[in-house]
């Protein structure tokens, strides 16, 4: 693979290899057009077509167009050129649709942020991404951005834009005000469907957050896994929870509607009431989300006694997925196929699931099907080949690869020599092309010398009858260097205790050494925003612990 460094339009560094960007294309990998392409053919040939609903309101292909071409023209008003890099800040509202079509009509780079991040970070990710905008609600789930980013703004270039939405703008630009600066005849200049769409950064659990680069080719090839794998057509309609400045609210809400022809219902705030209802109303067809989507669906359908009948499938991911779970989804839905499925910010997509309910068992106890993707195990540490059946960490090559991360530095270790990402994942080979993830590599317990990984353990105590939650991390411990420390929320009104737990994986047969030796009743986990367990957050907590008790020690 002969990758080198190339100079993007926007100023980034990026992987890039022109052999296989030619195979790709010729393949239909990359589908060489933007959303702005894919719009223009979907207005010429069914204007009226909804494509988005925010809450209760549609918007047609022709009104989206529109939108999304004033907004453009009054950016390059105002001076943005190709490259130039624009963040918005936004809960799941068509605004953020609109901005991306801009974006691709002016050839700017996106910068999505998470609205639960603050000051601190939002400020890195200003700076780090270069942008020279954001968009941002005035107040939202009674926070005021307003200030924050008035707080921020001496860390910030002097001429940094600041565009409020749906809100007073304060002292700041009205998003509508600026989409009535745009002139007729102002041109656009488009873009380079190789050059950099996107800059999203990593949730930064562990050290610094990286900004992962993506084209427009590479992020919208993940669109064409679900195409072919679950045969979606124009007729589909997916409902996105999961937030638009998340790999998957962007690929659902921002990329689909336009390179399928999908319509996206979108939902700003998380109500599993509201949601259900949504999906009945709207008769959405599939969902991909995270465990905490999926898990609020099913208890409201348990609670109403209410199936969903056009509900044909639940691909769900981002967070760590019960098998049982899936299990239930496949009792409570009998028209649907659910399934884990797995990717990250990097490759957003290495498994499709499963499409067939025929096929629920492996969607269960799998990862999912791999799909228009290659992905390999290896020694975590030598990264030599696993021999058939044993753990190893995940690397993988697909067209919806990154092209590197914005600081080139990041690049150093994260690809092998064949331009394999390394997905710091480590993970089983079931028959030949489904793959399971046992865990985190970053999260192993190296209990006395020996390689411990908490997702098998984890998986075994979700059945626990009076656990409802777990997340088992490494706690130092001076006899065995670590020791595996179980972080439990009880199921409402039970005990949980260490030896319930240890007799519990005792009778399934589980090796001993594997048995949490440490066990803290919580209320509840630190999550990311869309549900994944902060265990950098528990490990520093078991680590608080075990100094604490040296500490009382003689």
Not at 315 to 337: D, H, K, S, T
Not at 387 to 408: C, D, F, K, S, T
Not at 486 to 507: H, N, R
């Amino acid at each position: 693979m002969a990758v080198s460094m190339k100079r993007d339009v926007s100023g980034w560094m990026v992987r890039w290899d022109e052999a296989r960007a030619a195979r790709l294309k010729g393949e239909g990998a990359w589908a060489d057009k933007t959303i702005a392409d894919y719009l223009a053919d979907i207005v010429r040939d069914t204007p009226d077509k909804v494509l988005v609903t925010d809450r209760d309101r549609d918007f047609t292909a022709r009104r989206l167009w529109d939108r999304g071409e004033k907004l453009a023209r009054a950016l390059v008003q105002r001076g943005y050129k190709p490259g130039d890099t624009l963040s918005f800040q936004l809960p799941n509202w068509v605004e953020a649709v609109e901005i991306n079509l801009a974006a691709a009509m002016a050839g700017l780079v996106l910068n999505p942020i998470v609205p639960i991040y603050r000051g601190s970070e939002v400020g890195f990710m200003l700076k780090d991404s270069r942008s020279r905008l954001i968009f941002i609600p005035g107040s939202y789930r009674k926070y005021d951005y307003r200030e924050m980013i008035a707080g921020i703004a001496p860390e910030l270039r002097a001429d940094f834009d600041v565009i409020v939405v749906r809100d007073d703008p304060g002292g700041f630009a009205g998003y509508e005000a600026l989409i009535a600066e745009a002139r007729d005849d102002t041109d656009l200049p488009g873009a380079d469907p190789d050059a950099i769409k996107m800059i999203m950064y990593t949730s930064g659990t562990t050290g610094r957050a990286k900004g992962v680069l993506h084209s427009h080719n590479s992020l919208q090839a993940e669109n064409r896994c679900r195409l072919t794998h679950l045969a979606l057509t124009p007729d589909d309609i997916m409902l996105n929870p999961s937030p638009v400045t998340h790999v998957t609210g962007t690929l659902y809400s921002l990329c689909i509607p336009f390179t399928c022809g999908v319509r996206t219902v979108m939902l700003d705030t998380w109500d599993a009431q509201v949601a259900f209802d949504m999906m009945r109303d709207e008769r959405v067809t599939g969902i991909v989300a995270a465990t905490i989507f999926l898990r609020g669906f099913v208890d409201v359908a348990k609670e109403r006694g209410e199936t969903p009948p056009d509900l044909r499938f639940f691909l769900c991911g981002g967070a760590q997925v019960p098998p049982e779970l899936i299990r239930e989804a496949a009792r409570i839905f009998p028209n649907c196929v659910p399934s884990r499925i797995y990717g990250s910010t990097e490759v957003p997509c290495i498994t499709a699931g499963v499409n067939t309910r025929d096929n629920i068992d492996m969607g269960a106890n799998t990862d999912g099907q791999i799909w228009l993707a290659e992905a390999r195990l290896v020694d975590p540490v030598t990264g030599a080949p696993v021999a058939a059946g044993e753990e190893g960490e995940i690397v993988a090559n697909a067209p919806q690869m990154l092209l590197g991360y914005a600081r080139v530095e990041d690049n150093d270790d994260a690809f092998d020599e064949e331009g394999y990402f390394h997905m710091g994942d480590l993970g089983k080979l079931v028959g030949e092309d489904y793959i399971t993830v046992t865990g985190r590599k970053k999260d192993l317990i190296i209990r006395a010398g020996e390689n411990l990984s908490p997702k098998e353990v984890e998986d075994i105590l979700y059945n626990h009858p009076n656990i409802a939650d777990i997340s088992i991390v490494a706690m130092p411990d001076k006899r065995t260097g670590e020791k595996a420390a179980a972080f439990v929320v009880p199921a409402e009104g039970k005990t949980v205790t260490l030896e319930s737990i240890a007799a519990y994986l005792i009778d399934y047969g589980t090796a001993k050494q594997k048995i949490p030796e440490w066990l803290e009743i919580v209320d509840d986990f630190p999550r990311t925003s869309v549900g994944k367990v902060r265990k950098d957050l528990l490990r520093k907590r078991a680590r608080d612990i075990y100094e604490a008790q040296s500490e009382q020690k003689p």
